[in-house]
């Protein structure tokens, strides 16, 4: 028999994953700690399994937990769309865009296309959210983004979206300054790295790749990152200024955040996956004045950036 599961309970499921605790959630959705437990053994009995593990610092969801509350996230990201529309039909208040980038796009161009956007008085607001590519596509899929600024495989095409390609690049080999091969202009093979020590970012990849497959693609032995830094291209950038660790990076994009801060890309023997970087949005998006006007307008603004040529510092400069 197919189960229906409550909607409200996948989101308060989702709350309680932000939170990491009964309390902090229940006083997010004004409901009491004990409402808010039974409505969890409710959703646990309808699922029939363990949702989350209750502990002396909080909760922990099972893997069953975060799936479902991945859903709740989504119910919420709806509500909270239909509570901005609603919102601006009473104020008449801008519309809201909804943009989405990898954090190194985000940092190399995006956070500043959204900053002049605002500050030229444009008549709509912003949502900035950052994901890995898999997440964008799959939010530009269920109408959470308007517009999603990717690195992807250079024939990825997806059903009800079109692309706007911006650049063409690659994934690149990038070694920290303490590194022994950074500056090398020699092409470095699987010996020459031996031993060497890795970081790596998830949003680095695309839709179909993976640190484990890069290494496997181009020969390399396995090593598992010293630090995965999953979002974080602040700290991923400070770790690898100050290290001898080696990290793929889409290359373009890494030398506009690196080109002060002794970071070098490195030549491989190899040739490297290749990738485009493009402007991402549902098929349908030139029937919203507003949101053609603000692809085209990020268009421009990215083309010129990401050919080095901003006319200001770049942003990690400080």
């Given amino acids: 028999m197919r189960i229906s599961l409550d909607p409200k309970l996948l989101y308060h499921l989702h709350i309680i994953f932000e939170s990491g605790s009964l309390s902090a959630a229940a006083e997010v959705l004004a409901v009491s700690q004990p409402t808010l437990s039974r ?47 609603l919102n601006a039909l009473k104020s008449d208040s801008p519309p809201t865009l909804r943009i989405g980038a990898g954090p190194l796009l985000a940092h190399a161009a995006i956070n500043d296309f959204v900053l002049r956007a605002s500050e030229a008085k444009a008549p709509i607001s912003f949502d900035l959210q950052i994901g890995t590519a898999r997440r964008l596509v799959s939010d530009l899929l269920h109408g959470h983004l308007d517009i999603a600024v990717m690195a992807t495989p250079t024939d990825m095409r997806v059903e009800h979206l079109k692309s706007i390609r911006l650049m063409d690049d690659h994934i690149g080999l990038f070694a920290g300054p303490k590194s022994s091969l950074a500056g090398r202009n020699a092409q470095v093979d699987g010996e020459s790295i031996a031993g060497a020590k890795w970081m790596a970012i998830e949003a680095a990849f695309g839709t179909t790749s993976s640190h484990e497959n890069m290494l496997r693609k181009l020969g390399f032995p396995y090593v598992a990152p010293a630090i995965q830094f999953n979002m974080n291209i602040h700290g991923l950038l400070n770790a690898m200024s100050v290290s001898d660790a080696l990290c793929f990076l889409p290359a373009k994009i890494a030398r506009l955040l690196t080109e002060d801060i002794g970071v070098s890309e490195i030549p491989l023997a190899t040739r490297s996956e290749p990738r485009q970087i493009a402007i991402w949005h549902a098929a349908d998006a030139d029937l919203n004045s507003h949101l053609a006007d603000t692809i085209r307008k990020c268009h421009a603004f990215l083309t010129h950036r990401l050919a080095g040529d901003g006319g200001q510092a770049h942003p990690h400069r400080s």
């Fill in 39 to 85: 409505a969890v053994s409710h959703l646990e009995a309808q699922v029939g399994r363990q949702l989350m593990v209750r502990g002396r610092n909080g909760v922990v969801l099972t893997e069953t937990g975060i799936l479902l509350a991945e859903q709740g996230r989504k119910i919420g990201s709806d509500l909270k769309q239909a509570d901005d529309v």
